[in-house]
């Protein structure tokens, strides 16, 4: 047998012995495997790849190995991707081999469980959102917001072409919109904003009957609460424009729900919840109002009924998707993120609606917490911008802020480096104590 | 079934599953378990108008939750409960230890660090890039797109980028097989352009002549499964190719199939520019229900200047310590001190994710083939082929077209695929994909996998056979032995009910 201490002389996991490989081939009356293989010689491959079999236990050693190069930092990053704590119960009962070995929902009555965990992901958005439909997942947020503009291109009442994001979007983000809409006639651009949020009057600039879709985020890239979400909303309306706004499940539990704030769509990282640090692994939230139900992108979960006249979970408007629509499919997206989104639904119920807000409450004050004490080391100005923040901010640093931004790392604590005097701290998941040292570090660095 | 074959009978299945019932429904919701309605307004560190009024959510305790996620576990069907033959979907078996060396401590790491505090990182993705390229015959790969689907927009976009950058955007055509993934067609369409479907021949596989008549000056890329979604080799291959660059186009490789590959062809020695890699297909990742998955992308060097950025490569002053075994292939080393970066292609297309993709799938996949080496890796082909042949050969279901490799499309005739699907479930096996590829009339698309033993394959022959001869009213009637009985799905399209707030009355 191939035990995990040992190498395999073939797959491991294929339990064939050479009496039942033998007999296979009898009955379909061939010599050899590689008989079965219908391949041209001139493009048969008889080289090898080089790639060594290992044990299982020597291929567990080798990743230790290679992942053991990363440093052990205390991470106070964030800007779109954050290290809240995971509680166990999420990895155990996500990791139960049902939910991780099973796929797409396609024989409904099988798989009545998974549809039922999707059906309570979405249901948490649309609480948290105030929009009626949610998704049950994109990609991650960058994807997601590039859906969006492809829905806004289906959807949109005017001629126009222009998609407005804030100057401050990061810049992948970006990139993966401009990708998304580089099969249509849309453009991506900027508008300026004013000390780290929207400026009312700069924006009302900046749109006009040409934009089909406007979109703001809410807390910004630079951990700011939006307060002007209401001006750009009535503009974005004034212009049949779609407006768009990009959160999480965790600010959504605090912050003024974008249906009050006229969002048509919400689109950001649910992986906020139910992933640790993932380096950028995510899950694309993507919520909407009702009236797009029909061009809504990805999978959708309804209730229907089966034979028995008992309540029962379906995947549901397939027709808007590509294994049926084709070309004229609402999204090519196939495979998603469904196994994450079952984590960050669990982990939502872990925290219930308390727990939510709790965590939402303490991501602002904790943020004004360790500004305030940042503000009070000589050289350093936090936060930067007069405004509300949750969860992370941009200090003000006297000295370039990559030199600090280094320093930093050398004490064992990774920030953001955002500009050449600026540097962003979160303090998403990082404990009390850790904050503490973090605090000490920063000052022994700008001494 | 009492006039069946007794052999066969005697290897089904009895199969009930796990079922909850609860005044008239089954396993409660969350929110019929707990609404609890807080209150934020005055509690809140913000002023009113930036904070909402409430949030109403479930809430439960731990042990109320680990019972819900259990009860709804065990009314899912997995890899781990049975075989799994859907077709197309390379459902094979997810070893366990992949899991745990995700969960490493150093997995979790945050992708604005800087380079250099995450060497093993960087390590592991250009370790991985380099095994990709190895197993696909591609010159370089970029890690970033999410899902095999991401994957395909990915060398759409590489391909109107390097046609672009060629003085050549007038290309606006990308065609597709009739019998083709139906995201080969949608990720061609959200690039923009034209999709021209390409019938098959009467063998089922490319049309040479129609391809012919398709290609011209407009054609940017002619996207490719191979073998195809009959699971046929498409044989003229080279000429294919040949075809398709004789006029300037570019020859996309759709990777659902490569686990039909694995050590006996590559897709970049077949004539292929650019590919994909379905990371949860072929190199086993879980399917967690839907996602994550991972859709690497594979090229020939012209195309690397267009990848995604940034990319990840040795850094050119770096030096490498001795290798650790005495026989000096490095692949055997264990995480050297070569110094890795992160750097951007020149001409790149951008971003398709909004950081590096699916980093945790990544790190599964590349400790299977680390795992599994040249040997287990041409082994899982050579299985997989051989079970689809003997499934095959043990069916009463005629397969219309042959010789296949890794899948095949069986047809159920005169009776309703879907039909026959759902009378599978009731013998403890997950049915194969039904309806498609159209090509084949009541199509039972199956791939059984190198995973399944002869015994298991045998019960699953048993469960096909076993539908095969009962009456189209048991088969309508399917299934009886599942959680749910079978579900109407106008209704459900009818009136649209996606969140619990819907069925509040």
Same mark, same amino acid.
């Given at each position: 047998m191939n035990g995990a201490e040992t190498r395999a002389s073939g797959s491991p996991y294929a339990p064939h012995t050479a009496d039942e490989r033998d007999a296979m081939l009898e009955a379909v009356e061939a010599d050899s495997i590689a008989e079965l293989f219908d391949i041209p010689d001139a493009i048969r491959f008889t080289d090898e790849f080089g790639i060594d079999a290992r044990s299982e236990r020597e291929t567990r050693r080798l990743v230790r190995s290679i992942l053991g190069r990363n440093e052990n930092l205390t991470e106070l990053l964030g800007r779109g991707h954050y290290g809240y704590y995971v509680p166990s119960l999420v990895d155990h009962l996500a990791d139960r081999s049902e939910f991780l070995t099973s796929y797409t929902q396609y024989q409904p009555e099988i798989s009545q469980g998974f549809l039922q965990a999707l059906f309570e992901y979405q249901s948490l958005l649309v609480e948290l959102t105030g929009l009626e439909i949610a998704n049950c997942s994109m990609y991650d947020a960058a994807t997601a917001l590039g859906e969006a503009a492809t829905l806004a291109d289906r959807v949109r009442e005017t001629s126009g072409h =222009?998609?407005?994001?804030?100057?401050l979007l990061r810049k992948e983000r970006r990139g993966t919109l401009e990708n998304y809409v580089a099969g249509t006639d849309l453009i991506v651009e900027s508008y300026p904003t004013a000390d780290g949020a929207i400026d009312a009057d700069e924006l009302a600039a900046a749109v006009d009957e040409d934009v089909v879709m406007?979109?703001?985020e809410n807390p910004?890239?630079?951990?700011t609460i939006e307060e002007r979400l209401d001006a750009a909303s009535e503009l974005a309306t004034d212009a049949d424009a779609l407006f768009v706004l990009g959160s999480d499940p965790v600010a959504l539990s605090l912050l003024q729900r974008p249906a009050d704030a006229g969002a048509d769509v919400v689109i950001g990282d649910a992986s906020v919840l139910g992933l640790p640090t993932s380096y950028g692994m995510g899950l694309g939230l993507f919520a909407c109002r009702e009236d797009y139900l029909r061009q809504v992108p990805g999978r959708l979960v309804g209730v229907s009924e089966d034979a028995t006249d008992r309540r029962a979970f379906?995947?549901?408007?397939?027709? =808007?998707?590509?294994h049926i629509r084709r070309e004229r499919a609402t999204s090519n997206i196939c495979t998603n993120q469904a196994w994450v989104a079952l984590r960050t639904a669990m982990h939502a119920a872990a925290l219930g609606p308390d727990g939510l807000v709790d965590l939402a409450k303490r991501g602002v004050t904790r943020a004004e917490t360790l500004a305030e004490r940042l503000d009070d080391l000589v050289g350093v100005t936090a936060p930067v911008h007069d405004r509300h923040h949750i969860r992370e901010f941009v200090a003000h640093v006297d000295q370039p802020a990559p030199a600090i931004a280094e320093d930093l790392e050398r004490r064992g604590f990774a920030v953001h480096v955002v500009g050449e005097h600026e540097v962003q701290c979160c303090v998403a998941g990082v404990p009390d104590t850790e904050l503490d040292a973090f605090v000490a570090a920063f000052s022994e660095v700008v001494r | 079934m009492s006039d069946g074959d007794p052999v066969a009978d005697a290897r089904q299945v009895r199969y009930d599953q796990a079922r909850y019932v609860d005044d008239g429904q089954y396993e409660p919701l969350l929110s019929e378990k707990d609404r609890t309605r807080v209150e934020i307004g005055d509690e809140s560190p913000l002023p009113d108008d930036l904070t909402r009024d409430e949030l109403e959510l479930p809430a439960l305790s731990e042990p109320e939750l680990a019972r819900h996620y259990t009860r709804l576990s065990q009314m899912i069907y997995g890899i /781990?409960?049975?075989p799994y033959p859907l077709g197309s979907c390379t459902m094979k078996y997810n070893p366990k230890f992949t899991e745990d060396v995700a969960a490493l401590p150093g997995a979790s790491v945050h992708p604005d660090r800087s380079a250099a505090s995450v060497q093993g990182t960087l390590e592991l993705l250009s370790r991985l890039q380099d095994y990709l390229g190895r197993i696909g015959g591609m010159d370089a790969v970029t890690l970033q797109p999410p899902a095999g689907a991401a994957g395909e927009f990915v060398g759409i976009r590489v391909a109107a980028a390097y046609h672009e950058h060629n003085g050549e955007d007038h290309r606006d055509e990308v065609i597709v097989p009739e019998s083709a993934h139906g995201t080969n067609f949608a990720s061609a369409a959200l690039g923009g352009y034209d999709v021209?479907?390409? #019938?098959?021949d009467d063998e089922g596989r490319v049309d040479l002549e129609a391809l012919d008549a398709a290609l011209s000056e407009h054609t940017a890329a002619l996207m490719l499964t191979n073998p195809n979604t009959l699971g046929l080799f498409e044989r003229d291959i080279e000429e294919i190719a040949d075809m398709v660059h004789d006029v300037g186009g570019l020859l996309y490789y759709d990777g659902a199939n490569l686990n039909a590959l694995l050590g006996r062809a590559r897709p970049g020695d077949m004539g292929f520019d650019v590919m994909h890699y379905n990371v949860h297909k072929t190199f086993a990742t879980p399917h967690g229900g839907g996602g994550p998955g991972a859709g690497p992308v594979g090229v020939v060097d012209e195309l690397a200047p267009f990848l995604p950025a #940034?990319?990840?490569?040795?850094? %050119?002053?770096?030096?490498?310590? %001795? /290798?650790?075994n005495s026989d000096g292939d490095s692949d055997s080393a264990g995480a050297g001190e070569q110094r890795y970066e992160l750097f951007d292609p020149e001409h790149t297309i951008g971003k398709v994710h909004g950081f590096q993709g699916n980093w945790l799938v990544l790190v599964k996949a590349f400790a299977y083939i680390a795992r599994l080496g040249d040997e287990g890796l041409a082994d899982a082909s050579a299985k997989a082929v051989l079970n689809a042949n003997y499934l095959a050969s043990q069916i009463e279901f005629g397969v219309p077209y042959g010789p296949f490799h890794h899948e095949f499309v069986a047809s159920a005739g005169e009776r309703d695929a879907a039909d026959v699907a759902k009378r599978m479930l009731d013998y403890g096996v997950h049915p194969p994909t039904t309806k498609w590829p159209e090509i084949v009339p009541e199509a039972l698309m199956t791939e059984p996998t190198e995973v399944e033993s002869k015994d298991t394959l045998d019960r699953l022959a048993a469960a096909f056979n076993a539908v095969a001869r009962e /009456? /189209? %009213?048991?088969?309508?009637d399917a299934p009886e032995r599942t959680t749910a009985r079978r579900i109407d799905q106008t209704s459900a399209a009818r009136s649209p009910r996606l969140s619990w707030h819907e069925l509040d009355d």
């Open positions: =222009r998609v407005l994001v804030p100057d406007l979109y703001a910004t890239v630079r951990g379906t995947l549901t408007l397939q027709t =808007r998707e590509q | /781990d409960s049975g021209v479907s390409l #019938p098959s #940034p990319r990840v490569r040795a850094a %050119e002053d770096g030096t490498r310590a %001795e /290798d650790r /009456d /189209d %009213e048991t088969l309508a």
